[in-house]
T-cell receptor, first 113, second 117 residues
Framework: DTEVTQTPKHLVMGMTNKKSLKCEQH?????MYWYKQKAKKPPELMFV???????INESVPSRFSPECPNSSLLNLHLHALQPEDSALYLC????????????FGQGTRLTVV | AQKITQTQPGMFVQEKEAVTLDCTYD???????LFWYKQPSSGEMIFLIY??????QNATEGRYSLNFQKARKSANLVISASQLGDSAMYFC??????????????FGKGITLSVRP
C-alpha cells in the first residue's frame, strides 16, 4: 500500500474562515511534508515533519499552521488566508533513509474568496 | 542558481513511439538522489523512477528508464512505447544530503508531454 490520503479534495473558503487540511498515510513513513503548488509550476516545500517534530519551515506565513498529531497524520490549519493562497496543496511522506522517494497524495485544491 | 533544470518546451510524441525528457542538475554533494514524477491534470504527483548517485547502472521501471550521465550531471527520462495516458506534466527532482528525511526534495520547472494518437 503506497497511498497517501488527503481530505478534502476541494475547498472553498472565505478570508475570515478557519479550515483544516488533513493527510494520512499508513506506510510507516516517519517524514511527512506539505507542498504548495500553483498552476503550471513545480511544488514548493512548506513544512517537513520528521518523527512527528517540525524540522523544516520554509518561512511560511503564520496563517498556515501545521500539526502532526501522530506518525500517520498531518494537518494544515488555515486561518485568515488571502486570495493568492489559492493553490493545490500536496501532502507527501517518505521513509527516513535509503531511497527517500516521496509518495504524494492527490492534493487539496484550495480556493480563497 | 537553479539546482534542477528542465528547459524543453512542451513535448509531443506519437503514440507507441519513445520520448526522452531532459533534466540536468547541479550539486556539490557526492551523495544525492534523482527522481522523476508524473502529474496528470488530476493533480496527483506519481512517483516514476529513482536513481542514486552511487548507482552503477541506469534505473529502469517498466516502460520508464533513466539515462544517468553523472559526469554531465544529467538524468534524462526515457519513456518507451508511449501511451495516451502518458500525457501529463513531468517533474525531475533531486534530494541532496541523502542521509535523512530533513533533506529537501527540489523540483525542476516541469515538462508538459502530449501523446498524439
Amino acid at each position: 500500500d503506497t497511498e497517501v490520503t488527503q481530505t478534502p479534495k476541494h475547498l472553498v473558503m472565505g478570508m475570515t474562515n478557519k479550515k483544516s487540511l488533513k493527510c494520512e498515510q499508513h506506510m510507516g513513513h516517519r517524514a511527512m511534508y506539505w507542498y504548495k503548488q500553483k498552476a503550471k509550476k513545480p511544488p514548493e516545500l512548506m513544512f517537513v515533519y520528521s518523527y512527528e517534530k517540525l524540522s523544516i519551515n520554509e518561512s511560511v506565513p503564520s496563517r498556515f499552521s501545521p500539526e502532526c498529531p501522530n506518525s500517520s497524520l498531518l494537518n494544515l490549519h488555515l486561518h485568515a488566508l488571502q486570495p493568492e493562497d489559492s493553490a493545490l496543496y500536496l501532502c507527501a511522506s517518505s521513509q527516513d533513509r535509503v531511497r527517500l522517494e516521496a509518495f504524494f497524495g492527490q492534493g487539496t485544491r484550495l480556493t480563497v474568496v | 542558481a537553479q539546482k534542477i533544470t528542465q528547459t524543453q518546451p512542451g513535448m509531443f510524441v506519437q503514440e507507441k513511439e519513445a520520448v526522452t525528457l531532459d533534466c540536468t542538475y547541479d550539486t556539490s554533494d557526492p551523495s544525492y538522489g534523482l527522481f522523476w514524477y508524473k502529474q496528470p491534470s488530476s493533480g496527483e504527483m506519481i512517483f516514476l523512477i529513482y536513481q542514486g548517485s552511487y548507482d552503477q547502472q541506469n534505473a529502469t521501471e517498466g516502460r520508464y528508464s533513466l539515462n544517468f550521465q553523472k559526469a554531465r550531471k544529467s538524468a534524462n527520462l526515457v519513456i518507451s512505447a508511449s501511451q495516451l495516458g502518458d500525457s501529463a506534466m513531468y517533474f525531475c527532482a533531486m534530494r541532496e544530503d541523502y542521509t535523512g528525511a530533513n533533506s529537501k526534495l527540489t523540483f525542476g520547472k516541469g515538462i508538459t508531454l502530449s501523446v498524439r494518437p
